[in-house]
C-alpha cells in the first residue's frame, strides 16, 4: 500500500537548521510531483515547495524562498526539505505530498502523518 512516511522534524533555535526526509514506497515515486506542506496551530495547511519528477523544475512558497531547498532522489524514493534561518514562524506540522494526475485526469494525492518543527529558544 502507499505510504509516505516523514522524519527529521524536532525542537530548534531560532536560525536553526533542519532536514526533513520523506520515505516513499506503493507507487510510481519518479511520476510524481512531491510536495511539502505545514500546518500551524489555527491556520491552514500551506504549501511550502514543489518539486516534479525529473528535479528540473521547483517552487516555493514567498515566505521560504532563499532558506528552503527541496530535492529528490528517485532511486531511494525520499524527498527532502532542508531548511535553514529558521525563523518561530515555521513552527507547524510538515506534512509530505505526493500528487499526479493520470492521462485520464484521475488525481492521485497521498499524504504522509506529518513531523513536527518547532522553532523556538
Known amino acids: 500500500q502507499v505510504q509516505l512516511v516523514e522524519s527529521g522534524g524536532g525542537l530548534v533555535q531560532p536560525g536553526g537548521s533542519l532536514r526533513l526526509s520523506c520515505a516513499a514506497s506503493?507507487?510510481?515515486?519518479?511520476?510524481?510531483?512531491m510536495n511539502w506542506y505545514r500546518q500551524a496551530p489555527g491556520k491552514e495547511r500551506e504549501l511550502v515547495a514543489g518539486?516534479?519528477?525529473?528535479?528540473?523544475?521547483?517552487n516555493y512558497a514567498d515566505s521560504v524562498k532563499g532558506r528552503f531547498t527541496i530535492s529528490r532522489d528517485n532511486v531511494k524514493n525520499t524527498v527532502y526539505l532542508q531548511m535553514h534561518s529558521l525563523k518561530s514562524e515555521d513552527t507547524a506540522v510538515y506534512y509530505c505530498?505526493?500528487?499526479?494526475?493520470?492521462?485520464?485526469?484521475?488525481?492521485?494525492?497521498?499524504w504522509g502523518q506529518g513531523t513536527q518543527v518547532t522553532v523556538s529558544s
Open positions: 518539486i516534479i519528477g525529473t528535479s528540473s523544475s521547483t
Open positions: 506503493g507507487f510510481n515515486f519518479s511520476n510524481y510531483v
Open positions: 505530498n505526493a500528487k499526479w494526475r493520470s492521462r485520464s485526469y484521475r488525481l492521485y494525492n497521498y
